[in-house]
C-alpha cells in the first residue's frame, strides 16, 4: 500500500504484464488501474475501482488501504469497465457502499453493475461531499473523454482526481512520478496516451487545463500511470497537454498523400496526382507516404491532422488491400467529417477498392470527391496526365 498523501492512499493494481488495451492500444510498457482510499475523519470514500477480472487482487489491496475502515461512498470519475468492472464485486463486500457519479455515469453504471437494487447517487458540477475535515468537490470534465466524466478535488490535500485526464498507459512499481525510471519511454507512452485517448477531443482537453488552472493543486490522482507531483513530472505533462492541444496554427495547407502500390502503378499514380495537387496549391505541404512502410499511429496521426487527404490503393480479391483499410480504421470519426478526401488506384480484373474506401469515407461524413481515379494496370502517359488534372481539380476544390 503507497501512501500519497495523509489522508489518500493507493489502492490501484499495476498490471505490468498487460500489451494490449482495449483491443486497440498496444500497451507495450503495461498499465495501471488506479484507485484511491481517501480518508475523512468520519467518512471515507474510493476513487476509482477496478477492472473486473483483477476484482480479487484489487480487494485485497483495497483492504489494505482501507486500514480497518469500512468504505462508504465510491466515487467513479466516468464508468469505462476497466475502472468500473469491479463495482459489482464491492457492492457484495460492502453492501452500504453508496456509489457516486455524474449523471451520464448512472446510466451506463445501471448497465455495467446490472443489479436490480443498484442506484447510483448523482453528483453535479460544483457539488461537494464532506469526509469530515476532508470534503471532496466534483468538476464536471465532459468529453475527458466520455460523457460522463468528471474531476474529483480534495482541497485540503491540494490534490485533483483527474480519471483517465493526464492519465498513461504506463507501468513501474514505484507509483509516484518521483520513482519513474525509464522517463523518455513515460512520455512516450504519455503521448501515445493523449493521441489515442483525448487527441479527438482538443477543445474540451483546453477546457480541462482552464478549469484545473482554477484549482490550488499539487498533485494529481490519475487513473492510469503514475500520479503526477509538483516536483515530479506535473508541471511538465501540464505544458504538454497545453501545447498538444493547442489550436492549429494558420500555414501551408497539409494534404497527405497514402497509398499502397503492389507492382508500382498506384505509386506511380500517387505522384502524378500530387504533381496535380501542387500544381494548384503550390505552397501546399503534400507529403507522400508508402502506408505499409510508416508506423500506422504516426499515419493516422497525419491523417487526423490534415487540411484534406488521398488514399490510393490497388484491388486485390475485389478489396481494398488491408493496410489502407488498417488507416482508415484510425480515423478520428469526430473531427475528420467534412474533411475533403479522394480516392484512386490501379487494378487489374475489376477495380472495387476505390468505391469501397469511398463508401467507407462516405459514412465518416467526409468530402468525397466526386472524381474517381481507377486505372487497369500500368498507367499510360494519358492515364498519369489524367492523374495530374485529377489532382488538381481536387486541390482546387479545398
Ligand atoms: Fe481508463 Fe476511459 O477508462
Redesign the pocket.
Known sequence: MKKIKPSINFAGILNPGMRVFDVIMRTEYGTS?NSYVVKGAEKTAIIEASHRSFSRLYGEGLEEALEGRTPDYLILN?V?P??SGSVACLLERYPNLQVLASQAAAIYLKNIVNREDFKPSIVRDGDSLDLGGKTLQFISAPFL??PDSIFSYLPEEKTVFS??FL?AHYCEPGVLDREILYAPEYFAALKYYYDC?FGPFAPYVRAGLQKLKALDFDTVCT??GPVLTKDGALGRVLELYESWSAEKQAGPARIPIFYCSAYGNTKSLAQAVREGVLGAIPDAEVPLYNIIEHDLNALAEEMNGSDAFLIGSPTINREAVPPAWQLLSLADAINIQKRPVALFGSFGWSGEAVPHLSERLQSLKCAVFEQQLKVCFVPTQGDLAAARAFGEAFAKGI
Do not use: A, K, Q, V
Open positions: 488501474y466516468h469505462e476497466d475502472h473523454h466520455w480519471c483517465d492519465g485517448i487513473s492510469h
